[in-house]
């Protein structure tokens, strides 16, 4: 299972966080956008990203990722994710995205089931169950949203798709043990608000 370590709560700085995640072993930086209005929250502005020696893992919980898809690939992310919920031309933004030579996802809040991402399957480079209410780092693993990993990884059976299923929110070194069948992880407090990230990594036996 690959590591995405989020940048979202961590007891450094930015500048100081990414260096740490460049020393680990982990696999992508995952980067959380908030804008306020998608979620109450707004995530602050982000000026070290570039620092990043892992390749960028962009989830935009907004609600209008088009204003930020093309920062994102200034900073050449290796992909981006937004939300099934949006009432947007979800195709658009996602061919944008692939325009734009990144990869594309689509992220289910914990109460939007899989046959949200139904349509878009035949396209998608990722699908991000959200484990936790979106916005906020922290949380209380929601276990029943692991049902998805199993209704996810029979689609893409059936149907051939392609698509790699991470998991976001409230992975630690106890709930890791809950989640199988999931192509990666994203993972944040839990790495971030310690002193040894790479420690807290290894305790995820991955
Ligand atoms: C939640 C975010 C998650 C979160 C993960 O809205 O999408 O990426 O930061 O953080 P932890 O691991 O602390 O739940
Ligand atoms: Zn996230």
């Given at each position: 299972m690959k590591l995405a370590v989020s940048i979202l709560v961590t007891d450094y700085d930015e500048e100081e966080t990414i260096a740490r995640i460049n020393e680990t072993t982990a696999d992508y930086l995952h980067v959380d956008v908030t804008d306020g209005s998608f979620v109450s929250q707004r995530t602050p502005q982000r000026d070290f990203l570039h620092t990043s020696k892992k390749p960028l893992n962009v989830h935009l919980m907004v609600s209008r990722p088009f204003d930020y898809i093309s920062m994102f690939k200034e900073l050449q992310a290796e992909s981006i994710t937004i939300q099934?919920?949006?009432?947007?031309d979800l195709n658009s933004l996602l061919d944008y995205i692939h325009e734009l030579g990144m990869k594309c996802g689509l992220a289910l809040c914990p109460?939007?089931?899989?046959?949200?991402?139904e349509e878009y399957?035949?396209?998608?480079?990722e699908v991000l169950i959200?484990?936790?209410?979106?916005?906020?780092?922290g949380q209380k693993m929601i276990e029943s949203t692991l049902d998805k990993i199993e209704e996810l990884e029979n689609l893409r059976e059936k149907e051939g798709y392609q698509f790699k299923i991470f998991v976001d929110g409230g992975v630690n070194g106890e709930t890791i043990?809950?989640?199988?069948?999931?192509?990666a992880v994203i993972v944040g407090s839990f790495i971030c608000?310690?002193?040894?990230y790479q420690a807290q990594i290894d305790k995820l036996g991955l």
């Open positions: 099934a919920e949006l009432e947007d109460k939007t089931s899989v046959s949200a991402v399957a035949n396209k998608l480079d959200l484990s936790v209410t979106p916005g906020v780092g043990g809950k989640i199988r069948g999931a192509d608000k310690s002193e040894d």
